[in-house]
Structures are given as C-alpha cells and as structure tokens.
C-alpha cells in the first residue's frame, strides 16, 4: 500500500471557517495521485479560511511519511504580534484509494482543558507536485444547512507565477467558488 496521506493545512484546513450557502461542488478525482510525489514543503499562496492560522503570517507545511499509510503533518506560521512561531502537528491519510487526492487530515486541538482530535477534509484538485497545489474542502453544517469551505493555493516556493496561479483561480471559480473571498498570504519572513 503506497504512502497515503498528507498534510493538511488547517493550517490549511482551520477550525473556524468561512460558511456560505448553497451546495458543496464535487471535489474532483485524480486518480493516479502520488502522496510520495506530493510530500515535503509547501507555501500558502492564497487562501480562504480561518482557525490555526489566525493572525498569522510565513505560513508553510511540511509533509513527512510516517508510514506507508500516514503522513505526518506540520503547519508553521509567524505571530508579528507576539514575535513568535506558532505550529500545529497532525497526521493525514487517504480513506479511500479509489478517490486517492482525497485526503482527511487530523490535528489535536485543545478544546479547554482537553485534547480532541478534529478531522478535515483535505482534497487536492490540481498539482504537478514540484510548483503548484490547489486545496479544497467543504463540509454542509447541519445546524446552519450552509456550507464551511476552505480552499488554499499553495507553492513549493514562497511566490507563484502569475500564469499558474490564474488557472488555479480560474478553477476555484468554474465550481462556484468566489475567488475575490482569497487572500493574499504573507511570505516575506526571513
């Protein structure tokens, strides 16, 4: 069984996110996705979430394997106002091999004095595993009947060229994602 799992990025996938109406679009299937491939360090480009990442800036992730069914998952980020690193360990795996870009990824999250384990959804839609990655999750909260989604264009560097990151956009917004709720993420740490 190859290695499958990966990262996620509440970092890249937070644990207070944006709720709007309508339906969640199908995540589409890449099915000869590599997790191997996709491993190592990757830069937030542009985002639309919330929760590990609030108030911070230099958000990376780095995807470790832990096994043939696990990665580990590390979320790095920059608080200017407290003048520190902040990080969120995890791990992610692929639940079903069918749909291989589908990953869920796990993180502990401290819910007062305890320790929970959130899963999200972590569904990458395109990558060519040494530039670019384009995120996307989107849950129906029963409670509100809307739909919580992330989404995250991500690089292997701290920049994206302009042409990968027009069609990334271009993406998002064909499956009814309103790329003007992006933003920009800050990549200018030393």
């Not at 499958?4 to 944006?18: W, Y």
């Not at 995540?27 to 937030?44: A, H, L, R």
């Not at 609030?54 to 470790?64: D, F, H, K, S």
């Amino acid at each position: 069984m190859k290695i499958i799992a990966l990262f996620v990025l509440l970092s890249f996938i937070g644990i207070i996110n944006a709720e709007t109406s309508e339906e969640c679009p199908l995540s589409p299937v890449i099915g000869n996705f590599d997790v191997t491939k996709y491993v190592g360090q990757w830069y937030e480009i542009e985002k639309f979430t919330s929760g590990f990442e609030r108030n911070l800036i230099c958000i990376n992730a780095i995807y470790t394997p832990i096994n043939e069914s696990f990665i580990q998952v590390q979320n790095f980020g920059f608080d200017p106002v407290k003048n520190e690193t902040s990080s969120i360990k995890g791990y992610a795996f692929v639940p079903n091999q069918e749909k291989p870009n589908h990953l869920i990824v796990v993180f502990k999250i401290k819910m007062g004095d305890l320790l929970v384990e959130r899963p999200g959804k972590y569904d990458v839609w395109a990558t060519d595993y040494e530039t670019y990655s384009l995120v996307y999750s989107c849950r129906k909260d029963e409670s509100t009947n809307k739909k919580v989604e992330n989404a995250f264009i991500l690089s292997r560097n701290k920049t994206l060229d302009s042409i990968n990151l027009a069609n990334l956009k271009k993406m998002l917004s064909s499956n009814g994602f309103d790329v003007s709720k992006l933003i920009i993420a800050q990549q200018d740490c030393e």
